[in-house]
């Protein structure tokens, strides 16, 4: 499986902005797809994830603020964040997870930085 992402860039805080996560490849039916990000120094985080029935599950850091979605027939997940704060200022990552085998594929990061 191979993963696309795209629509990082900079933003003031307060704004928003849009990550695409394209998957290509042997894609399974049962699935997940998200968005984990990572500070330098620090652990990678779940940020989002959606499953391919729809269930969503978010940190709670970005709860009401952040919006996964997917589009199954292009294979292709959204993370819509607003009202972005300086701490969302990470490098966004997107995961693509076989739910039977348990194996993770990840996407090439895109950077993410709120400044003010």
């Known amino acids: 499986v191979q993963l696309q992402a795209s629509g990082g860039g900079s933003v003031q805080a307060g704004g928003s902005l849009r990550l695409s996560c394209a998957a290509s490849?042997?894609?399974?039916?049962?699935?997940?797809m998200g968005w984990h990000r990572q500070a330098p120094g620090q652990q990678r985080e779940l940020v989002a994830v959606?499953?391919?029935?729809?269930?969503?599950n978010y940190a709670d850091s970005v709860k009401g603020r952040f919006t996964i979605s997917r589009d199954s027939a292009k294979n292709t997940v959204y993370l819509e964040m607003n009202n972005l704060k300086l701490e969302d200022t990470d490098v966004y990552y997107c995961?693509?997870?076989?739910?039977?085998?348990?194996?993770?594929?990840w996407g090439k990061g895109t950077q993410v930085t709120v400044s003010s």
């Open positions: 959606i499953t391919d029935d729809g269930s969503t």
């Open positions: 490849g042997s894609i399974s039916r049962f699935n997940a």
């Open positions: 995961k693509y997870r076989r739910l039977i085998a348990g194996t993770d594929y």
